[in-house]
């Protein structure tokens, strides 16, 4: 099997499973998100020692500080998306805050001026009739489950505004640097 396909895999499960083991924890959001990146940071660690710690050192402090802002932001990401499995179902939780590639393109445009091409705008069409679908279907739950489905969208709008900011960013760091400065130092 393709190294990337399995890699495409194994985060796809991931992603499965994360919803339904964060909804078994039994803290409350902001611990949840802080367990989840510390475990983050721990397995990144040993990579980051071996081939990033040389690196960083090439990096001034207020390089390494404008990592903050997108920081927080995934940072908020993680509090919204878990704190949304309070209220809602996992699948609703799940699909909706996983709808950021319906945001980052209009974020992208919205603040950057940057163009989109058409099939994309489609597909973003699409993908928004879903998730609306997805939200009336927990609707019968309650009004729990439509603040949950609120705190889900606003977890993507947070993680698209993210991937929007790093992806500058991105490119100055190594990516074993870059994902060890986020999950050990975003929480």
């Known amino acids: 099997m393709n190294s990337k396909i399995l ?12 919803s339904p083991l964060i909804r078994l924890a039994n803290a409350p959001p902001i611990v949840t998100a802080t367990y989840r990146m510390t475990l983050s940071a721990l397995m990144v660690l040993p990579v980051f020692l071996a081939y990033g710690l040389k690196e960083i050192k090439k990096y001034t ?5 404008f990592l ?22 996992i699948l609703s939780s799940t699909v ?16 950057f001026k940057e163009k989109t091409k058409k099939g ?20 019968d739950k309650g009004v729990g489950s ?5 705190l889900a969208l606003l977890g993507a709008m947070a993680v698209s505004m993210y991937l929007i900011l790093t992806r500058k960013i991105r490119a100055k760091f190594s990516l074993i640097t870059y994902i060890f400065l986020y999950t050990a130092f975003h929480q």
């Not at 402090?61 to 500080?65: D, R």
């Not at 927080?72 to 919204?80: M, R």
């Not at 439509?146 to 609120?150: C, V």
Request: charged fraction near 5%; hydrophobic fraction near 60%.
């Open 7 to 18: 890699f495409v895999l194994l985060g796809m499960i991931a992603v499965g499973i994360a």
């Open 120 to 139: 994309l705008i489609l597909g973003i069409c699409i993908a928004f009739l879903g998730s609306v679908a997805i939200a009336l279907a927990s609707r």
């Open 146 to 150: 439509n603040f949950g489905n609120l």
């Open 96 to 111: 909706l805050v996983t709808t950021n590639p319906i945001f980052v393109p209009i974020f992208s445009y919205l603040f």
């Open 68 to 89: 903050a802002i997108p920081g927080l932001l995934l940072s908020v990401h993680f509090i919204l998306w878990i704190t949304s499995l309070s209220y809602t179902t």
């Open 61 to 65: 402090l207020k390089e390494i500080f």
